[in-house]
């Protein structure tokens, strides 16, 4: 089966670092991907996790622990910009075939 | 490159009518994929195609079907609509190497 666990909210204050959490037993495991959400948009692509480590792309990283069924995503200097919706979704159970998490919704503060 | 394109972008039906969702994909990408998201749920796979055949399926009764043309076009069919089937609907479309999929702007279905 396929289940995934993230927080439902956070709040953070701007310039902050702020660390989103994952857990998910997926079938078939194949990778992690995070994207992030802006209220009324459409989902777009932050990272795909593959192998164990921390991955960084500017502000963001994103950790994976295959052992362990887990995940971070990791802000950096927080911008009001970045509240959003963070999804994560893991790959696995069949090609493309993506479970997502019902999101972490995040405010940024001043 | 053009994004992932959808049509229409909104729709109003009534309870028992049918519709038809259609998603362009980025060209050069091959696999499409399907998702309902409602406020309740977050995102729910509905099915993914690759080159014409449908390779995974979602949890979702036979009122939902889709098909994948040779151009990666897809369209996506619901029939009998029910009131619970109101969502946005996504569609994504990846490319080979196991990348992020990358989303279309969705459309808004509301069953009235």
């Known amino acids: 089966g396929q289940n995934i666990d993230q927080p439902t909210e956070m709040t953070a204050t701007e310039g902050a670092i702020v660390q989103i959490n994952c857990t998910y037993q997926t079938s078939g495991f194949n990778g992690l991907f995070w994207y992030q959400q802006h209220a009324g948009e459409a989902p777009t692509f932050l990272s795909y996790?593959?192998?164990?480590g921390l991955e960084e792309k500017g502000r963001f990283s994103s950790f994976l622990s295959r052992s362990k069924g887990y995940s971070y995503l990791l802000l950096k200097e927080l911008q009001m910009k970045d509240s959003a919706s963070y999804l994560c979704a893991a790959s696995g159970g069949g090609y493309q075939k993506v479970t997502f998490g019902t999101g972490t919704k995040l405010q940024v503060i001043p | 490159k053009a994004g992932v394109t959808q049509t229409p972008r909104y729709l109003i039906k009534t309870r028992g009518q049918q519709v038809t969702l259609s998603c362009s994909p980025i060209?050069?990408?091959?696999?499409v994929s399907w998702y309902q998201q409602t406020p309740g749920q977050g995102l729910q796979f509905l099915f993914e195609?690759?080159?014409?055949?449908?390779?995974n399926k979602g949890n979702f009764p036979g009122r939902f079907s889709g098909r994948q043309f040779s151009n990666s076009r897809s369209e996506m069919n619901v029939s009998t609509l029910e009131l619970g089937d109101s969502a946005l609907y996504l569609c994504a479309s990846s490319g080979s190497g196991g990348q992020g999929q990358y989303f279309g702007p969705g459309t808004r279905l509301t069953v009235l």
């Open positions: 195609y690759f080159s014409e055949t449908q390779r």
């Open positions: 996790n593959v192998l164990d």
């Open positions: 060209s050069g990408h091959r696999s």
